[in-house]
């Protein structure tokens, strides 16, 4: 496995690794990306570029597999070949079959990255005949019989979150591959990659640059925009410039997206920006949030007599919020008049509101030559919902309003909706903000604190016998549930959630008599009081000696069943 950062070029490492695969006798590189055109667009264009220079003198090709001729001549088989392919059954079979008739014949070297190997590839159901049986779902099962077809092929995984993967069995002795990583290698991060570090954990210290990154949504704010449907009796969408207590952040994100961005033009830095509003995954919701931005933002552009002491009251308070962030990074902050001029011009421009989700063609809303979202305006809104995660890269993206908050937040998934993640220059941290509620956000400091963790002990070599994860969450009403991936992809694996009060108790034994089991009490009690006072509640390391000593004593109480002393006897 490749580890990475959410974008912090995670693909320029595995485009690293297939050059020097080529390099050392490898002819073919399937590339398997997350079931999403614009994913595989914006591979098949990366990995254009990059060979750009042995596509034009005819070494390497590189293909989209749905759009693949149906047979290669001998001489396109003797090229260096690099395949890309959606985790989708269509895709899949075709790569299957394309190895399977023309392409090994036991002769040629085979690289498959699996990125984003957490999602899609991964996956079990229940075989409906049976109450215990699992099968591997079909994008799984077809990722497994590709593997299954290239013996001495280099399977490697790529992601961020890679939580599921450590978490799978190990499938010896079956038909299944194994799909947990035997190693991981850790993709380093540039001095100027900005992660979950800088906008959950530094941000909380008082000296941190990142602390104004933060601004806390209102649950009920939070419930308003979530909905499918307007209650109007709660908020009516003509009315959300008058309504001061109403959508605040809302409205207060988007005022200090296009003033931060006019701040810095006058500092000299004219770019293009981005700004997400990410809510459920409701189409309906999207679209209820699209309309209520473009009235907002065709009030404040029409700057009507009756919206003029609003206007400049919300140009005012993000003119003074905006102050403290880009000071601090050295730039100047121009008269207020000359922002309030700018502001008004940017918006008689046009700020291009943007719905993202399952029901259109992304593909439209991608750059040709990059792949990524294409900015066709200063002032880019992109509204959406899980089309918005890994794999989208969102330029310039100084702006979120992050308010999905569901019940059991999954870890991957959290992470993955991190588009502002990334190399990123002091312009853009001078004017990025983070809208969400205080529960969403200290639930995303916990769960950085937990991808933290994980990372240091790789770091520093403490998973030499494999990763094993033993967590304990405190129940606190400030954050939500947090799992580590959706159930499913982990339904096979000896994995246990408990309840705070609930217990796993062992089993194959029965309690001696009372009055031994006094004894041992009483010894018990001597080593532990030799170690710590009665009242002390802390934990405490101890030498294994004593730790033998106290199970040696312990287990003095217990009388086995006889199939559980056999199985202690033959270890």
């Known amino acids: 496995m490749l580890l990475g950062k ?29 079931n999403s055109k614009a994913l595989v667009e914006q591979t098949y264009k990366r990995m254009r ?77 229940k075989v409906k005949e049976t109450a215990d049986e699992f099968n591997l779902r079909t994008v799984a099962s077809e990722v497994n019989r590709i593997r299954g077809n290239l013996d001495g092929c280099i399977f490697v995984q790529v992601t961020a979150t890679p939580y599921a993967l450590y978490l799978q069995p ?8 194994p799909i947990k990583p035997r190693k991981t290698v850790l993709v380093p991060s540039g001095e100027a990659y900005i992660g979950g570090e800088y906008y959950f954990l530094e941000s909380n210290k008082e000296d941190s640059p990142g602390r104004f990154i933060f601004e806390e949504v209102s649950d009920e704010e939070q419930e308003i925009i979530s909905a499918k449907t307007t209650d109007r009796r709660r908020f009516k969408e003509e009315e959300i410039l008058i309504r001061e207590d109403r959508l605040t952040k809302f409205k207060r994100g988007m005022v200090n997206f296009i003033m931060g961005g006019c701040v810095l033009a006058r500092n000299g830095a004219k770019k293009k920006y981005a700004y997400v509003i990410h809510a459920a995954v409701s189409q309906q919701t999207h ?19 009756e919206h003029q002491n609003v206007i400049k009251t919300l140009l005012l308070e993000s003119y003074q919020d905006m102050e403290k962030s880009i000071t601090e990074f050295g730039f100047t902050m121009p008269d207020f008049g000359q922002v309030e001029k700018d502001v008004h011009l940017a918006l008689q421009q046009g700020v291009k509101i943007s719905v993202i989700n399952a029901k259109d063609d992304i593909n439209k809303y991608l750059n040709e030559d990059t792949g990524e979202l294409r900015l066709r305006t200063p002032f880019s809104i992109f509204v959406g919902g899980q089309v918005l995660d890994r794999g989208i890269t969102i330029p310039n993206m100084v702006g979120f309003y992050y308010v999905r908050n569901p019940i059991t937040m999954q870890q991957d998934t959290v992470m993955q909706h991190s588009r502002m993640f990334g190399y990123r220059d002091k312009e853009l941290l ?16 916990k769960i950085t604190e937990i991808d933290v ?119």
């Open 430 to 445: 001078a004017i990025t903000r983070f809208y969400t509620t205080r529960k969403i956000y200290e639930s995303m400091v």
């Open 6 to 34: 959410i974008q912090s070029g995670k693909t320029r490492a595995f485009t690293g690794l297939m050059a020097l695969a080529f390099d050392n006798g490898f002819d073919y590189v399937f590339i398997l990306t997350k």
């Open 170 to 177: 190990e499938f010896d002795g079956s038909d299944i591959k």
């Open 453 to 571: 963790a994980l990372r240091d002990d790789f770091e520093n070599g403490r998973f030499e016998d494999g990763v094993y994860f033993i967590e304990r969450k405190g129940d606190t009403p400030t954050t939500a549930k947090i799992v580590p991936c959706s159930p499913s992809k982990i339904s096979v694996s000896n994995v246990v959630y408990l309840k705070p009060s609930s217990r796993i108790l062992p089993i194959g034994f029965l309690p001696k008599a009372k009055a031994i089991s006094d004894s041992v009490v009483r010894k018990v009690n001597k080593i532990i009081d030799d170690i710590m006072p009665r009242g002390y509640k802390n934990a405490e390391l101890i030498d294994i000696h004593i730790a033998e000593k106290l199970i040696e004593e312990v287990f003095n109480c217990l009388s086995m069943d006889e199939v559980t002393n056999r199985f202690i006897s033959a270890d």
């Open 49 to 125: 570029k990059e060979f750009r220079l042995f596509i034009e003198r005819d070494e390497v090709d590189v293909s989209d597999i749905m759009k693949l001729q149906d047979e290669l001549t001998p001489y396109e088989l003797e090229k260096k070949l690099i395949i890309v392919a959606k985790k989708q059954k269509d895709n899949l079979d075709r790569i299957g079959n394309l190895i399977k008739d023309s392409m090994i014949h036991g002769t040629k070297n085979c690289l498959i990255i699996d990125d984003e190997a957490d999602t899609t590839g991964i996956g079990y159901e």
């Open 287 to 305: 679209d209820r949030i699209a309309e209520i931005t473009r009235i907002f933002i065709e009030q404040f552009k029409d700057n009507s007599p």
